[in-house]
């Protein structure tokens, strides 16, 4: 199994806040890896310390046996090889829904416009989004923007797709929309890294668990050991109040 | 009030009124956008995040204090101080003996600068961090971020802003007839000089402002609509995919 990104003692502080204390795990070619927890417990922190939105302050990220910490690595190339999801969307606003998915493509990737919109489209099919190609952001659901974000960061066909609380800011009835999208990428194979407060959906479809708690890793593992049989007294805690609550 | 005497007034000096026109619009025009470029260049390297290399920050730092206080001293003071100061202070000290026209464009241009550069800062910081972090994870560096998506939206927004700064410098070039830019109220200055009629040579250049004003805000304000694009979207080939 490929491995494609290594966290060794990664750690952040804002301040004398510390919000990660050495973090290690790591991710393989096509595996799915759900990062749960309660808020504050550093999981949208580490995955933006994973593509440096955020600077860590110690320790290393190894993608595909290189730390990207060195001094005179190309962040901009590397970052191309995460796709980034962010709970708030963040179409561009002055770009209609293709032009969204092309214009990192064309502008990073230095494909041809052509190019860029045969491949944008795929992805948009994928999510069920090729009819709108012609809509502006502003006039999406929130379900709708979150698929077309989702098809902007497929579309530069990274190796990693990351999810920041995807269906965080949706209203329920658009979370089950968008959960479907991420579902079928990680039946296609897709490696990802997903920070979710969706407990069934975690279950379903991880290949792997880590449960975040004050900063560090309390418990990792497969979802059935860590949603039935949690070894940690905080593990059990914390899916008793999350599971009590739905 | 006499409105035959404004009207013979006018029938008998409408050429001068005419240039005087022309000559204020020609000045606020090529000023304003000179500004705007100005503004947005000034503004772009104000927003530059932090480099981390010692020397780039250093450099930096002397170019925004450059800046700052270039901001500072045309913002606060009159445009009529600055004109005389740049009209006859090149002569003075440089030597250098500038067409009014060219001293006008100059003074015009850096004064509105001062302004853009303030209302472009403001425009980009006002545009959601997100937008940045969504380019930067898509492995765009700052100048791509910031030409393909934050500047265009920042250029949309700050559009109402240069509107009014155009309208200021359709009105505030009449400050320049102190240095004998024959603008509109340099040209009724003139033929107040000869007819005695103040009041109603005055009304006339007043009304010539209005109309030059507002036409300008209609203009800009289609200008803005048109930048919104429509406000519907078709929904593509359903047809297509069978």
């Not at chain 1, 494909?111 to 090729?130: N, P, Q």
């Not at chain 1, 997903?194 to 959906?201: A, G, I, K, P, S």
């Not at chain 2, 009304?207 to 805000?217: D, E, G, K």
């Not at chain 2, 289609?222 to 979207?233: I, S, T, V």
Request: aromatic letters at 8%.
């Amino acid at each position: 199994m490929e491995r494609i990104l290594e966290i060794q003692h990664l750690r952040k502080s804002f301040g004398n806040n510390e919000v990660l204390k050495d973090i290690n795990f790591s991710v393989d070619k096509g595996e799915v890896v759900s990062i749960i927890g309660s808020s504050g417990s550093g999981k949208s922190t580490l995955l933006r310390c994973i593509n440096l939105l955020e600077k860590p302050t110690g320790g290393k990220i190894v993608y595909k046996g290189r730390n990207i910490l060195d001094n005179g690595i190309d962040i901009y190339a590397y970052r191309t090889k995460l796709g980034m999801v962010f709970q708030q969307f963040n179409l561009f606003n002055n770009h209609n829904v293709l032009s969204n998915c092309t214009v990192g493509q064309i502008k990073v990737l230095k494909r041809s416009k052509e190019e860029a919109e045969e491949i944008a489209m795929k992805y948009l099919r994928v999510v069920g989004m090729d009819q709108y190609i012609n809509a502006n952001p502003k006039q999406l659901s929130g379900g709708q923007k979150q698929r077309v974000a989702i098809a902007r960061a497929l579309a530069m066909e990274p190796d990693v797709m990351l999810f920041d609380e995807p269906t965080s800011a949706l209203d329920p009835e658009m979370v089950g929309e968008v959960l479907k999208v991420i579902k079928e990428l990680a039946e296609m194979g897709q490696t990802m890294l997903v920070v979710t407060h969706e407990m069934e959906f975690a279950k379903e479809v991880s290949d792997r668990v880590i449960f975040m708690d004050k900063g560090v890793i309390a418990e990792e593992g497969a979802p059935e050991q860590i949603f039935n049989n949690p070894i940690q007294e905080r593990t059990r805690e914390f899916l008793k109040r999350t599971l009590k609550a739905v | 009030m006499d409105f035959q005497l404004v009207k013979t007034i006018f029938l008998e000096n409408w050429p001068m009124f005419l240039r005087g026109a022309g000559m204020t619009i020609v000045i606020s025009v090529i000023s304003t956008l000179l500004g705007a470029v100005i503004g947005l260049l000034i503004g772009v390297v104000r927003t530059i995040p932090t480099p981390e290399s010692n020397r780039k920050r250093a450099v930096l730092k002397v170019v925004n204090a450059i800046f700052s206080a270039y901001i500072e001293y045309f913002r606060g003071t009159p445009m009529i101080v600055q004109a005389m100061v740049i009209y006859y202070g090149s002569a003075l000290l440089f030597d250098i003996h500038m067409n009014r026209f060219a001293a006008a464009i100059l003074i015009v241009s850096i004064n509105t600068g001062a302004y853009m550069a303030e209302i472009v800062r403001g425009g980009i910081i006002s545009i959601d961090k997100g937008q940045f972090e969504a380019a930067h994870a898509i492995g765009m560096n700052h100048t791509q971020s910031m030409v393909n998506v934050i500047l265009p939206q920042v250029i949309r927004n700050i559009l109402p802003a240069t509107a009014n700064e155009f309208v200021i410098n359709i009105k505030d070039t009449s400050v320049l007839n102190v240095i004998g830019v024959t603008e509109l109220f340099f040209q009724t200055k003139s033929i107040t000089g000869n007819n005695f009629k103040f009041f109603e040579s005055y009304f006339i250049a007043s009304i010539i402002y209005l109309l030059m004003t507002f036409t300008i805000t209609r203009i800009l304000r289609h200008f803005e609509k048109r930048l919104d694009g429509p406000q519907n979207y078709d929904l593509v080939g359903n047809q297509m995919q069978v």
